[in-house]
């Protein structure tokens, strides 16, 4: 028990990245309200987000400046990739409240049970 406990303690970034990702896809899934899907959307982005950054640390590394005497270096490579995930998501965060405001003044409701009941009446 003490090692399990060691590990979370030692790892607790990749116990958040999973609490995220579980929360944000259970949102998703789970939930018929079409704003807390895309809360659940943006949850499970951070936690993939948080899983990226935290990989790409390298113990002992520098900047990727060469130096003499520097043998490790750390990548921005996936830095720069989450800078851009970060856009990304941001805008398809206000892509999907728009579409969630467009469908509300047409259905009147959020829930996504309730619209797919009103369009197989249709």
Do not use: C, W
């Amino acid at each position: 028990m003490s090692a399990v406990v060691d590990v979370l303690l030692t790892r607790y970034n990749y116990v958040a990245v999973v609490v995220l990702v579980a929360a944000g896809l259970y949102l998703v899934i789970g939930d018929r309200n079409l704003v807390k899907k895309v809360i659940g959307m943006n949850l499970f982005q951070t936690g993939i987000f948080l899983f990226f950054i935290t990989t790409a640390v390298v113990e002992g590394g520098h900047p990727p400046v060469i130096e003499e005497g520097v043998e490790t270096y750390v990548s921005p490579l996936p830095h720069v990739l989450i800078l851009t995930a970060i856009v990304v998501g941001v805008s398809l965060t206000a892509v999907a409240l728009t579409l969630v405001v467009r469908i509300y003044s047409e259905y009147g409701t959020l829930r996504a049970d309730l619209i797919a009941e009103m369009e197989t009446d249709d």
